[in-house]
């Protein structure tokens, strides 16, 4: 798999449908390999010692390797392939593959009041 990340421009035209796309992308994170890949935005760069706050929704989809999750609102969790996650706009959070193992990742992020009308 390559790495291919896409953050899409939003015009008036696109706020205004009450839910559009913002950012999607895979990511191939090999054993001890530096998380996250760099080349993303400034917005949506992290640290695991910092974490990161976003101000839209997105869904994460772990299809390989393992790894750990941490939110304010659920903690520390275990990552494993399959899993699914779901990141809320406004709430700390951070996530890192294990060092051992590596991941695969798939992210789709969106906003607006429609989205926020399903989330709720």
């Not at 054993?31 to 010692?49: A, E, I, K, V």
């Not at 990141?87 to 009041?113: C, N, Q, T």
Request: hydrophobic share 35%; aromatic share 18%; with cysteine.
């Amino acid at each position: 798999m390559n790495n291919y990340h896409k953050y899409l421009a939003v015009t008036p035209t696109e706020e205004d449908w009450g839910f559009y796309i913002t950012t999607a992308g895979c990511s191939n994170v090999a054993p001890r390999q530096r998380y996250p890949p760099g080349n993303h935005p400034l917005t949506h760069s992290f640290t695991w010692n910092k974490g990161r706050i976003l101000d839209g929704f997105y869904i994460v989809y772990i299809s390989k390797g393992e790894g750990v999750f941490e939110s304010v609102p659920v903690g520390v969790q275990p990552v494993t392939a399959g899993t699914i996650f779901i990141l809320f706009p406004g709430i700390w959070h951070r996530y890192k593959p294990s060092a051992s193992s590596g991941w695969e990742e798939y992210w789709v992020g969106f906003k607006r009041s429609y989205a926020s009308d399903l989330m709720s």
